[in-house]
């Protein structure tokens, strides 16, 4: 069991530039979601992958970022036109397919943004 | 977006002693889930609730679905160093899409040796 992986840990960027981030969901796992953490708070959901369909995303996801799943397996996130607002944890979690008992969500480590 | 209410924020307690945090919410939880994150890392898992009333335990974590659902408490026995961190707790509500979890805002904890 390897766990969720992300990658960069790390990574500064000047306002106006683009950046991805990857994840790795535990390999069983057909769900995976986005999450950011910003100092001080809870993580707040983004948006959510079952296989490779993105079936919901939160309000939080404006038009700058996008997340894709193409083979459902790895995701990335992508966030155009940087802006220190963005400045955050980014935390992917994933989930295998089934019933309730099935909610617990395994976490990443996160990729830690700053936006200069 | 939508948190559940944590409480305390932060506890500053002495090595050996028990700790209690709570969370409520204002509607119906299905799944109460507790995380531990460290500075700088993920949120990793703790305890699981599926049942209301359910009572879990995981060492010296023990953690309650409560009754009406709309509440979760963890307990920390006879803390030692290592239980610093932020606790997080997390449910997914009654009717919640696709399952995507809601969190508190998490109970810092400080223990001195």
């Known amino acids: 069991d390897t766990g969720v992986s992300q990658n960069p840990r790390h990574k500064i960027t000047k306002r106006g530039q683009n950046v991805t981030f990857r994840c790795d969901p535990i390999s069983e796992h057909n769900r995976l979601y986005w999450y950011r953490q910003t100092l001080g708070q809870g993580p707040e959901f983004l948006t959510y992958?079952?296989?490779?369909?993105?079936?919901?995303k939160s309000r939080l996801l404006s038009d700058r970022f996008s997340a894709e799943r193409p083979k459902g397996s790895f995701s990335t996130l992508e966030i155009q036109r940087t802006e220190q607002g963005d400045s955050a944890m980014y935390l992917c979690a994933s989930r295998p397919w089934g019933g309730a008992s099935t909610d617990t969500q395994y976490f990443g480590p996160g990729t830690r943004l700053t936006v200069l | 977006g939508q948190q559940l209410n944590q409480s305390p924020q932060s506890m500053f307690i002495q090595e050996g002693e028990d700790v209690s945090m709570n969370c409520t919410s204002s509607?119906?939880?299905?799944?109460w889930l507790w995380y531990k994150q460290d500075p700088g890392e993920g949120p990793v898992l703790l305890i699981a609730?599926?049942?209301?009333?359910e009572l879990t335990s995981n060492g010296r974590l023990t953690a309650q679905f409560g009754i009406t659902r709309k509440d979760s408490f963890l307990n920390i026995s006879a803390s030692i160093p290592s239980d610093v961190g932020i606790y997080f707790c997390?449910?997914?509500?009654?009717?919640?899409?696709?399952?995507?979890?809601?969190f508190g805002k998490g109970t810092k904890l400080s223990v001195k040796p």
């Open positions: 609730l599926y049942k209301a009333g």
């Open positions: 992958f079952q296989n490779e369909a993105q079936l919901e």
């Open positions: 997390a449910g997914r509500n009654y009717g919640g899409s696709q399952g995507n979890l809601i």
């Open positions: 509607s119906i939880f299905n799944t």
